[in-house]
């Protein structure tokens, strides 16, 4: 069974422009959740979506979007780059809804703002 | 708020055993879980604590006591690829993500 796939790889932005990431998530898997990994802060989280309905959303300003389409696949919207908008950003889908339900992660973009 | 507190740093050797703590301020959580992740790649699941006590998968085993407020991976029989970032993270409840330690990275020396 294939992993999470995220695309692209490597992506690099000017300050103002937007991007939008792609995730493929596990054939299967109806959860995909949206992570921002940066060396100081860690892995923040960004939105969960279900079944096409965003059910989490973490502490992030609106520039941030998302959405999931009915085959699951989720993208990731990020409007008016800022600096800071570099990092590494993680699709983590999952089978179940229940507590424990482990997250599979795929190896993730890489935004750099310039 | 919530915070799971975890040291930046580890170093061990080849064939030791480390362990990696983790505590936290949160309030309800269903379990603790751990998650290994090597550099450029991505996080993958190691483990999970849904009670107090011990889970050992292999090498690695994790612990629970929510009455302490701590958590702990412990690694056995050290391998240089082990040589990676260990996150814990817990579920809250009535939350669908997942919340993240400050991670640990732990480095394997010969």
């Known amino acids: 069974k294939a992993g999470v796939t995220q695309t692209p790889r490597y992506l690099i932005k000017t300050r103002g422009q937007q991007v939008t990431l792609s995730c493929s998530p596990i054939?299967?898997?109806?959860?995909v959740s949206w992570y921002q990994q940066t060396p100081g802060q860690g892995l923040q989280f960004l939105f969960e979506?279900?079944?096409?309905?965003?059910?989490n959303k973490g502490n992030f300003p609106g520039r941030f979007s998302g959405r999931q389409f009915s085959n699951s696949r989720s993208e990731m919207n990020v409007s008016t780059l800022e600096l800071g908008d570099s990092a590494l950003y993680l699709c983590?889908?999952?089978?179940?809804?229940?507590?424990?339900?482990?997250?599979?992660f795929g190896n993730g973009t890489r935004l750099t703002v310039t | 708020g919530q915070s799971l507190e975890q040291p930046s740093e580890v170093t061990a050797v080849e064939g030791a055993i480390v362990q990696i703590n983790c505590t936290y301020q949160?309030?309800?959580?269903?379990?603790l879980s751990w998650y290994q992740q090597h550099d450029g790649g991505a996080p993958t699941f190691l483990s999970y604590?849904?009670?107090?006590g011990l889970e050992e998968t292999g090498r690695f085993s994790s612990f629970l006591s929510r009455s302490d407020s701590y958590g702990y991976l412990l690694l056995q029989e050290l391998q240089m690829k082990d040589s990676a970032s260990y996150f814990c993270?817990?579920?809250?409840?009535?939350?669908?993500?997942?919340?993240f330690g400050t991670g640990t990275r732990l480095t394997v020396i010969p």
């Open positions: 949160t309030s309800g959580f269903y379990g």
């Open positions: 979506y279900f079944s096409e309905t965003q059910r």
């Open positions: 983590a889908s999952s089978a179940g809804t229940g507590p424990y339900s482990p997250l599979h």
């Open positions: 604590n849904a009670l107090d």
């Open positions: 993270a817990v579920r809250r409840t009535g939350a669908n993500n997942l919340f």
């Open positions: 054939s299967g898997h109806r959860s």
